[in-house]
């Protein structure tokens, strides 16, 4: 039976969800921005448009990303995503760049490098994780442990938790230190073993803008630059009220909003879905677009194609990313162009191009809890009210658990209909 679908919000998970659905149903998607979400804030430069933020990706963990990706047409290219770490001081001590062998990386340290205690201790460390980690996940034993306490338990050394994978993991999830120290171990471990480190780093060619017009291809109506107002169910569908006060009837409406904005929207939200989603905690992050190197590490030498900038200071690593050194087609560009996450240092005004501040949903010991209880409330008998976003979904918030909650929404909504 073909339905009238409406999808608000058209980030990964929206454009998902109306490319799942859109081969047998009507989706209608609404979105307040005046193009797709996912590309909203990019920014133009001399070599095209550069996403805001820059999102990278790997096999081992966007399994459902990947192979969406493949289905609608969207080629994919590999990028360099070697890592420098810089201390308060601007001292480089540790960095260490990939060599591609096909699909697999090598992640390099030089031979001078290890002769600084702290990037040995790291690298040690880190063979000593990466080899324990899997199988403590497989058997279960990271079950009900905050990485914190598994690594301060395990005896890992300041210089790997403090100098390497507290700040790493604050740059993946893009929230604060303290925020990673609490996440369950089994999460970050599940990130760590499907190949982060030795897997080649890929995006879509053409960035968020690319991903957008192929999925948007199963979108019956593109309702862009409209901000639902509200959202009503009845006994015979749901009702969406327009910024205008239109209303439009629909079979069924899926949330592709963040978690926190469903209850303002949702206006007859029962007690138990409150619950869940004002449950689900967001982090914000300050993006700057600019040109300022004084943002990047001192020496110009130990620029990497992403740095991370510690301090004591602050509960969040700086983290610049080089756009010419990550981005192929931004390559030749003369300036150098900067993406920096949690901006640290007051840049030249005359040489920032866009601040944009975003949000990122935290992973704590009751998201699966929360996850579970979701579920539940997508199982029921003619559910015609779905959420679905990086939040959505296990492990870290990311385009590929965006991706899978909207599948998982498809299935549902297929399954009821058969
Ligand atoms: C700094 C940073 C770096 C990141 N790096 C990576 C990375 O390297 N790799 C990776 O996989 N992921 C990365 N992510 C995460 C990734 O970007 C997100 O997980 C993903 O974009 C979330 O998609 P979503 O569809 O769940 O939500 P959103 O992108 O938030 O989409 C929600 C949409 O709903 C729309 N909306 C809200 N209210 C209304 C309304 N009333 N009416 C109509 N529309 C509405 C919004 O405008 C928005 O477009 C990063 C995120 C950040 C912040």
């Not at 209880?373 to 918030?397: K, M, Q, T």
């Given at each position: 039976m073909r339905e009238k679908i409406a999808v608000v919000g058209s980030g990964m998970a929206g454009l998902a969800a109306a490319w799942y659905l859109g081969d047998a149903h009507e989706v209608t998607v609404f979105e307040k921005h005046p193009g797709a979400g996912i590309m909203a804030h990019g920014v133009e430069a001399e070599a095209g448009r550069i996403d805001v933020p820059l999102r990278v990706i790997y096999p081992g963990y966007y399994p459902q990303l990947f192979a969406l990706l493949r289905e609608a047409g969207v080629r994919v290219e590999a990028l360099d995503a070697s890592l420098s770490f810089t201390d308060a001081g601007g001292r480089c001590f540790f960095r260490y760049a990939n060599h591609g062998l096909g699909g697999k990386t090598l992640p390099m340290v030089s031979a001078?490098?290890?002769?600084?205690?702290?990037?040995?201790?790291?690298?040690?460390?880190?063979a000593r994780f990466m080899w324990?980690?899997?199988?403590?996940?497989?058997?279960?034993?990271?079950?009900?442990?905050?990485?914190?306490?598994?690594?301060?338990?395990?005896?890992?050394s300041p210089a790997f938790t403090e100098g390497f994978l507290i700040p790493c993991f604050a740059g993946i999830n893009t929230v604060s230190n303290d925020h990673v120290r609490a996440t369950p171990a089994d999460v970050i471990a599940g990130y760590f073993s499907r190949g982060f480190l030795f897997s080649r780093v890929y995006r879509a060619v053409g960035g968020a803008s690319a991903i957008a017009s192929a999925l948007s291809r199963r979108i019956t109506h593109a309702r862009f630059g409209e901000s639902l107002q509200g959202v009503r169910r009845d006994g015979q569908g749901v009702v969406v009220q327009m910024q205008d006060?239109?209303?439009?009837?629909?079979?069924?409406?899926?949330?592709?909003?963040?978690?926190?904005?469903?209850?303002?929207?949702?206006?007859?939200?029962?007690?138990?879905?409150r619950a869940v989603l004002e449950g689900i905690r967001y982090d914000k992050v300050e993006v700057l677009m600019h040109r300022d190197p004084r943002l990047a590490p001192a020496q110009r030498a130990t620029w990497s194609p992403v740095n991370y900038m510690l301090s004591d200071k602050h509960d969040r690593?700086?983290?610049?990313?080089?756009?010419?050194?990550?981005?192929p087609s931004h390559a030749s560009t003369p300036e150098p162009v900067f993406q920096t996450l949690n901006p640290q240092i007051v840049p030249d005004e005359s040489l920032v191009l866009q601040r944009t501040t975003l949000e990122r949903p935290i992973v704590d010991a009751h998201s699966g809890e929360r996850l579970a209880h979701l579920d539940a409330l997508h199982a029921e008998p003619g559910r015609r009210v779905f959420f679905?976003?990086?939040?959505?979904?296990?492990?870290?918030?990311?385009l590929e658990s965006a991706t899978a909650s909207a599948k998982a929404i498809a299935r549902r909504v297929g399954d009821q209909l058969r």
């Amino acid at each position: 039976m073909r339905e009238k679908i409406a999808v608000v919000g058209s980030g990964m998970a929206g454009l998902a969800a109306a490319w799942y659905l859109g081969d047998a149903h009507e989706v209608t998607v609404f979105e307040k921005h005046p193009g797709a979400g996912i590309m909203a804030h990019g920014v133009e430069a001399e070599a095209g448009r550069i996403d805001v933020p820059l999102r990278v990706i790997y096999p081992g963990y966007y399994p459902q990303l990947f192979a969406l990706l493949r289905e609608a047409g969207v080629r994919v290219e590999a990028l360099d995503a070697s890592l420098s770490f810089t201390d308060a001081g601007g001292r480089c001590f540790f960095r260490y760049a990939n060599h591609g062998l096909g699909g697999k990386t090598l992640p390099m340290v030089s031979a001078r490098a290890l002769l600084n205690p702290d990037a040995w201790r790291i690298v040690r460390d880190l063979a000593r994780f990466m080899w324990q980690v899997p199988g403590e996940l497989a058997q279960g034993q990271l079950k009900g442990h905050s990485i914190g306490d598994y690594l301060s338990g395990k005896g890992y050394s300041p210089a790997f938790t403090e100098g390497f994978l507290i700040p790493c993991f604050a740059g993946i999830n893009t929230v604060s230190n303290d925020h990673v120290r609490a996440t369950p171990a089994d999460v970050i471990a599940g990130y760590f073993s499907r190949g982060f480190l030795f897997s080649r780093v890929y995006r879509a060619v053409g960035g968020a803008s690319a991903i957008a017009s192929a999925l948007s291809r199963r979108i019956t109506h593109a309702r862009f630059g409209e901000s639902l107002q509200g959202v009503r169910r009845d006994g015979q569908g749901v009702v969406v009220q327009m910024q205008d006060g239109v209303e439009q009837r629909f079979d069924r409406v899926i949330f592709a909003t963040q978690a926190n904005q469903v209850s303002h929207l949702l206006h007859d939200i029962r007690a138990d879905e409150r619950a869940v989603l004002e449950g689900i905690r967001y982090d914000k992050v300050e993006v700057l677009m600019h040109r300022d190197p004084r943002l990047a590490p001192a020496q110009r030498a130990t620029w990497s194609p992403v740095n991370y900038m510690l301090s004591d200071k602050h509960d969040r690593p700086m983290i610049t990313i080089w756009v010419n050194a990550l981005i192929p087609s931004h390559a030749s560009t003369p300036e150098p162009v900067f993406q920096t996450l949690n901006p640290q240092i007051v840049p030249d005004e005359s040489l920032v191009l866009q601040r944009t501040t975003l949000e990122r949903p935290i992973v704590d010991a009751h998201s699966g809890e929360r996850l579970a209880h979701l579920d539940a409330l997508h199982a029921e008998p003619g559910r015609r009210v779905f959420f679905c976003g990086s939040y959505a979904a296990n492990g870290i918030p990311l385009l590929e658990s965006a991706t899978a909650s909207a599948k998982a929404i498809a299935r549902r909504v297929g399954d009821q209909l058969r």
